[in-house]
T-cell receptor, first 115, second 115 residues
Framework: AQSVTQPDIHITVSEGASLELRCNYS??????LFWYVQSPGQGLQLLLK??????LVQGIKGFEAEFKRSQSSFNLRKPSVHWSDAAEYFC?????????????FGTGTQLKVEL | GAGVSQSPRYKVAKRGQDVALRCDPI?????LFWYQQALGQGPEFLTY????????KSGLPSDRFFAERPEGSVSTLKIQRTQQEDSAVYLC?????????????FGEGSRLTVL
């Protein structure tokens, strides 16, 4: 069965500081990995995704994520956080097999940005 | 429309009532998903359609939940004899292609409160 763990429920950073949100996954084959952001009252918006190739992927809004197969991780990073980045972030895993047409989400990390 | 549209945005039901939630996906999108997001949790998969065919309904929590997409576009999620544990945000997402790698576009959700 596929699963996602986001160990940090809440994270607070100062505006301008760097950010790293952790994500660990479990999947029996080559995973597709995603990061979504959800602002209050809004739908989920895709930040970036990894399928294959370069393990460092760039996304929108200055976010990037690195796939590390040996650690089963797909951590999200941003060099300098803006106040508008305050939101909830979800990591998700899917793939070609074993229910690959559905994504399994983590429980999310709530990001607070201090001015 | 430009995005995935869901209605109603908010629904309050008395325990035992039936409810119907509507999803209008992006025009031309082949795949459609329903997710349930409880308070403080990540979205959990309910069911998946490819055109009008319901290919996966493994996430539906009970036989009180029923989904349809009769013409391969608009979908309805119906919950019969609602219970308090059904209170959640129900998210609909659509995808242009059948393949797992395509981006999911989410609606803003329908928040159901069962009293």
């Amino acid at each position: 069965a596929q699963s996602v763990t986001q160990p940090d429920i809440h994270i607070t950073v100062s505006e301008g500081a760097s950010l790293e949100l952790r994500c660990n996954y479990s999947y029996g084959a080559t995973p597709y990995l995603f990061w979504y952001v959800q602002s209050p009252g809004q739908g989920l918006q895709l930040l970036l995704k990894y399928f294959s190739g370069d393990t460092l992927v760039q996304g929108i809004k200055g976010f990037e994520a690195e796939f590390k197969r040996s650690q089963s991780s797909f951590n999200l990073r941003k060099p300098s956080v803006h106040w508008s980045d305050a939101a909830e972030y979800f990591c998700a895993v899917g793939g070609l097999t074993g229910g690959g047409n559905k994504l399994t989400f983590g429980t999310g990390t709530q990001l607070k940005v201090e001015l | 429309g430009a995005g995935v549209s869901q209605s109603p945005r908010y629904k309050v039901a008395k325990r035992g009532q039936d409810v119907a939630l509507r999803c209008d996906p992006i025009s031309g999108h082949v795949s459609l998903f329903w997710y349930q997001q409880a308070l403080g949790q990540g979205p959990e998969f309910l069911t998946y359609f490819q055109n009008e065919a319901q290919l996966d309904k493994s996430g539906l929590p009970s036989d009180r939940f029923f989904a349809e997409r009769p013409e391969g576009s608009v979908s309805t999620l119906k919950i019969q004899r609602t219970q308090q544990e059904d209170s959640a945000v129900y998210l609909c997402a659509s995808r242009l292609v059948r393949e797992s790698g395509g981006e999911l576009f989410f609606g803003e959700g329908s928040r159901l409160t069962v009293l």
